[in-house]
């Protein structure tokens, strides 16, 4: 596994290894290893075949290769927090109040209460018994069911399940 520049190192400098074989080990292209080599002070010596370190001081053999970002991947960001010049002042129109409250109003009005009964029923329903069939239901129904999944979060199997279970526990002799 290719970790280090030592590792890296040893791998093209293995005969036949090229930097194109490197990067399909690597998470990274050819480029990006061309010029972490090159920033890391290594250069390819055509002479000998080989890579070689010729940059000042010592060797970073040890250090990872994705240990630590370029220096143009490091600059300095803006800070996150917005000025006063930035910031909106919290104050609405009165057309904005309206707008605001008569999109509350009409969520409100679509919204169905959350049912812990149906929620818990939906949980008790056993699952290892379940049968595929096809059936042919009234469409209106069938938007009925699937409105009803979309707001409450519960699968059209299980709804349907219970419609059925409670339509036979009704009529059963």
Do not use: C
Not at 4 to 30: H, M, Q, S, V
Not at 34 to 61: C, H, M
Not at 63 to 75: Q, S, V
């Amino acid at each position: 596994m290719i970790r280090t520049y030592r590792d890296l190192i040893e791998f093209l400098n293995t005969e036949g290894e090229r930097i194109k074989t490197a990067a399909k080990k690597l998470p990274f292209g050819e480029k990006r290893i061309r010029v972490l080599l090159k920033d890391a002070g290594y250069s390819f010596d055509k002479s000998i075949g080989k890579w070689r370190y010729t940059g000042e001081g010592q060797a970073p053999n040890d250090e990872l290769l994705l240990g630590k970002p370029r220096e143009e991947e490091t600059e300095t960001l803006p800070s996150a927090q917005p000025t006063k010049e930035q910031v909106a002042p919290a104050v609405f129109t009165s057309e904005q109040v309206a707008a605001i409250q008569e999109i509350l109003r009409e969520y409100l009005a679509n919204a169905t209460p959350y049912s812990p009964a149906l929620h818990e029923r939906v949980m008790e329903l056993p699952r290892e018994n379940w049968r595929r069939v096809t059936l042919q239901v009234d469409a209106s129904v069938l938007n009925k069911i699937d409105k009803l999944a979309q707001r409450t979060w519960i699968d059209k199997a299980a709804l349907v399940t219970l419609a059925l279970s409670d339509f036979a526990n009704r009529y059963e002799e």
